[in-house]
């Protein structure tokens, strides 16, 4: 089952949390913090400035969380994604 993305919004899956600094420290698990970081899975027909497999920062309390065969997946609008990689 794919999810396929209405109007101005657009469907990523979540990155993995970061285990290690650059610098190769490595983090205990009651440290980290909720990544905003996702990759774009598929984007809606009114979507102009993202395309498939962009890499998103995203306002973290905008979106909607939705598990899907194991995997995280959030739907985020257009307007609430601040940033690509």
Known sequence: M???PLTNHVVAKKD???KKTTSGILLPDTNKEETAYAVVESV???V???KKNDK???KEYSTTN???ENVDYIIVEEKDILATL
Do not use: C, Q
């Open 44 to 46: 809606g027909p009114d």
């Open 2 to 4: 794919a999810l396929k």
């Open 66 to 68: 939705v598990k899907l």
């Open 16 to 18: 993995a949390p970061t």
């Open 48 to 50: 102009k400035n993202i």
């Open 56 to 58: 998103i920062i995203y």
